[in-house]
């Protein structure tokens, strides 16, 4: 069948030069999006797909730094007012025009989606889009906003003409799917495929390929499998196990980079008595996780190395903070802690712990790389320094609710836990704010801090961030904030950034991207 | 008959009633939807306004009345994941399931049937012997595992046939199927040999045993006796006697194999139901488990009653009555 295929192939190429061929791509993906509207679930598979079809004002590269993209350039032009620019060449894939009408549009459109179970409300309440001419628009707000480039890279920017009472039910069909990004959107099979053709008047970097296919295989082994026998071009999520083995096959060119998403421990600092701890034997106890020599120690007792070698098969980085080197608000001065068993021991023993206690970490089975295999070393790990590990991991479905809201008085249930943070925003105060800050529901802040770490000095350092306009400024600010709250108060204890790992067909590399997307874009020809 | 039918079919009305309530409360009391749809980044504030959004602040008992009362307009709610009705969403998936199950349901007669009589025949053979070990392995070996070993023999290494997805569609008779391309076909018949695997060497085993027992009968030798030919005997004689049994248990397993086909599909990224009820059940997507669930209970009453029939036509001996 293979021979009879090149036969047919040779003797085409071989007796029709002149016709040009076209060029075809499938795409294996982890994660299907669960609608093909844009605005319709603010979660990653769905951004992710979006953009092949969609551009947005500002653009994120594959580090996340913000690039023009719809939006020639934008700046602050009064403390509370951002004008931005817009591009005056770009075309619809129905061939209109592209104005600040279709802005203004998407910015109503976006929040008020029905049914929609993750809004993008989180990117535009409190945002007013004002239309100043065909291709400026002013976006105020209340106070200084100097994430604006941020958020407004989240969120697509869809056709006035075509969006206009459009359903979700229209997007998934096709009849309002008209964007203004490198592809086009042709058929969309749930569960099976997603087909998109070649944008010929895009105006970024011009498509290479005529026609892609995404095919959603969940499965891992089926994923490597797949791209093995030649089904699919390019795969992403390689599970570790298969890393090492599809290095040494040739016909395969993997790309691996730092992802944006932090592996960490959440630790109760909020409970007096906390439900899953108890002294050696059984006995109550006072939560000594409330003492930041015990946190510390349990820091140092964490053999990040071995976690990263062992466990992670090499396939991750040792933390010392929230997001990797190179990230916006990254402090120059914080390094993963070292493995110290010795300073450990004394920590625990000037902290009144020098015997120990007993202690249940939770975590996911499914939802981050290897998060049960993580959960279980860090057990033996704290075992050293005398704490007494259950390990009690179960799927995310359960694992979420019980780890947000599953004490009886609905806040979080566990004393330690296993989490991930990727940040979306590409920049530090994205995990600062939700998991550092003061849980406050009134102000939005610490909507993920599920050990409830307060500390208004770190509060008053992250608003202050949110309110300096000036980038450099505010790097520093936020530097300082995650310097206090990780180095200092140990309100979270980073374990490892996680690396992201794509495998396509030789001859193709995958230009690898810190926020986990798979898109057309990012493969490139050798 | 006609009264058998509706005596089945309120028995089943009550059975599904049941089951619909059990599944709605035990959803519940595994996890909250909520935590899997939101965002992570979202406000506390943005977390409650989707809880109002679907409804789930209200108590489990009144959100399941609300749930009846739209069931008996034939709405069975929208997906909370993808929006849509759950009830098109698993009919568009039905289908590829059907297809699959039906292909499997061939290849697993096809082999199980004269290989079965043949070992019933014949059980001193070696071949038997090595026919009934196989059944065997083909029973205890795991659907995950076998899928992956198939589609690293006869994708990867041999590339004959394609790893993953549903193949090409073709009309016939205004059915669309993938069962009537040739890429259709390639591409359906991993899935469908992995899924085949159980079932065939079940049935096996079941007109083996069957061989054994109705070759002993004075019918048979009655049959021999008389100078009929091998074939006869065998296709006539053995054959009508031993379906009984196998009829049951194919009725069974063909909703067992709709329902259950989940892993195979995973494996396989075969579009069908069974991938999204696995995927409905990790995300907590009620409304989409519960109308699954519904459909399948109602499919699998619906064969129990087909197989009943069947018998009256292939055992005299049994009569269908209505009680009265």
């Known amino acids: 069948m293979k021979i ?90 129905d061939g209109s025009k592209f104005t600040a009408d279709d802005v203004i549009f998407t910015a109503s459109r976006a929040l008020n989606v029905p049914k929609s179970p993750a809004s993008f409300g989180i990117y535009l309440k ?169 946190r510390k120690a349990i820091s140092l007792a964490i053999n990040r190395d071995a976690m990263v070698s062992k466990v992670m098969e090499g396939l991750a980085i040792p933390a010392g903070q929230l997001l990797p080197k190179g990230f916006h608000g990254v402090s120059p001065n914080m390094k993963p802690d070292p493995y110290d068993i010795k300073t450990a021991k004394m920590l625990m023993k000037e902290a009144g712990y020098g015997k120990g206690f007993e202690l249940t970490i939770h975590g996911p089975n499914d939802r981050y790389i290897n998060d049960a295999k993580i959960a279980e070393a860090l057990g033996q790990m704290l075992s050293k320094i005398g704490i007494k590990c259950k390990i009690e991991v179960m799927p995310k479905a359960v694992y979420f609710k019980r780890a947000s809201a599953g004490a009886p008085d609905k806040t979080p249930e566990f004393s330690m836990m296993v989490l991930g943070w990727g940040a979306g925003s590409g920049e530090a105060s994205s995990p600062l704010k939700s998991l550092l800050a003061t849980h406050d529901k009134t102000k939005g802040m610490g909507g993920a801090n599920r050990g409830r770490h307060s500390d208004p000095k770190v509060d008053a350092l992250i608003d202050k961030a949110l309110a300096t306009v000036d980038s450099d400024a505010r790097g520093k600010v936020l530097a300082e904030a995650t310097e206090l709250a990780v180095g200092k108060n140990y309100g979270i204890i980073p374990i490892h950034y996680q690396v992201n790992t794509w495998a396509a067909k030789a001859g193709y590399t995958y230009l690898p991207r810190t926020d986990e997307y798979t898109v057309v874009a990012g493969l490139q020809k050798k | 008959m006609t009264a058998f039918i509706l005596q089945r079919s309120t028995q089943s009305i009550v059975v599904l009633f049941v089951m619909s309530l059990i599944v709605f409360c035990g959803v519940n009391l595994i996890g909250d939807p909520i935590y899997m749809m939101i965002s992570p980044e979202s406000t506390q504030a943005e977390i409650e306004r989707t809880i109002k959004e679907f409804g789930l602040d209200k108590p489990v008992l009144e959100q399941y009345w609300y749930f009846l009362k739209n069931v008996l307009n034939g709405d069975f709610g929208l997906s909370f994941v993808q929006g849509i009705p759950a009830l098109s969403l698993i009919l568009e998936r039905f289908p590829a399931t059907i297809e699959l199950a039906l292909f499997s349901l061939f290849i697993s007669l096809v082999f199980a049937l004269p290989l079965g009589i043949y070992a019933g025949l014949k059980p001193d053979r070696k071949i038997s012997k090595f026919i009934m070990a196989g059944s065997i392995l083909g029973f205890s070996m795991p659907t995950f595992w076998v899928g992956i070993m198939l589609i690293m023999l006869f994708a990867v290494h041999l590339g004959w046939l394609p790893s993953t997805g549903r193949g090409e569609l073709g009309t016939f008779l205004g059915i669309e199927s993938s069962l009537f391309t040739l890429d259709g076909l390639s591409h359906i018949f991993l899935p469908a040999l992995n899924l085949a695997l159980f079932k065939l060497s079940s049935v096996l085993r079941l007109t083996r045993a069957g061989t054994r027992e109705v070759a002993l009968q004075d019918y048979i030798k009655f049959a021999r006796a008389k100078g009929l030919s091998e074939s006869r005997v065998v296709n006539v004689h053995l054959l009508k006697n031993i379906l009984i049994p196998v009829v049951t248990v194919i009725g069974l397993e063909f909703g067992s194999l709709v329902a259950f086909s989940t892993v195979t599909e995973t494996v396989f990224a075969w579009p069908g139901a069974g991938k999204l009820i696995i995927d409905a059940v990790y995300n907590l997507d009620r409304p989409v488990i519960v109308a699954y669930l519904i459909i399948i209970v109602a499919f699998f009453v619906f064969l129990n009653l087909i197989v009943d029939i069947l018998y009256s036509f292939l055992d005299p001996r049994v009569r269908i009555k209505g009680s009265d």
């Open chain 1, 126 to 294: 409190g945002k007013t889009f004002v239309k100043i001419d065909d291709y400026t628009v002013h976006v105020k707000t209340e106070k200084p906003y100097p994430l604006m480039p941020n958020d407004l890279g989240v969120v697509k920017i869809v056709s006035k003409k075509y969006g206009t009472n459009a359903t979700t039910e229209d997007y998934n069909s096709g009849k309002a799917t008209i964007g203004t990004g490198p592809y086009k959107f042709k058929e969309y099979i749930k569960g099976d495929k997603i087909v998109l053709v070649k944008n010929s008047d895009y105006f970024g970097k011009k498509p290479e390929f005529d026609v892609v296919e995404f095919k959603p295989i969940k499965s891992g082994p089926a994923r490597v499998a797949a791209l093995l026998s030649g089904d699919v071009d390019l795969i992403d999520s390689v599970p570790p196990v298969d890393v090492a083995k599809l290095k040494k096959n040739k016909k395969i060119q993997l790309s691996s980079g730092p992802s944006n998403r932090v592996i960490y421990l959440h630790i109760d600092q909020f409970r007096e008595d906390s439900p899953y701890i108890k002294a050696i034997g059984g006995g109550k106890i006072k939560n000594p996780l409330l003492n930041v020599k015990v």
């Open chain 1, 4 to 93: 009879l295929k090149q036969l047919i192939a040779l003797m085409v190429i071989c007796f029709v030069p002149s016709i040009a061929f076209s060029e075809n791509l499938k795409i294996g993906i982890k994660g299907e999006p669960s609608s093909i509207d844009p605005h319709y679930h603010n979660v990653g598979p769905n951004n992710m797909f979006g953009n092949n079809i969609f551009s947005h004002l500002v653009g994120q590269d594959e580090n996340q730094q913000a690039i023009p993209d719809l939006a020639t350039s934008w700046k602050p032009i009064n403390d509370t007012t951002w004008e931005f620019k817009l591009r005056k060449d770009v075309k619809w894939h």
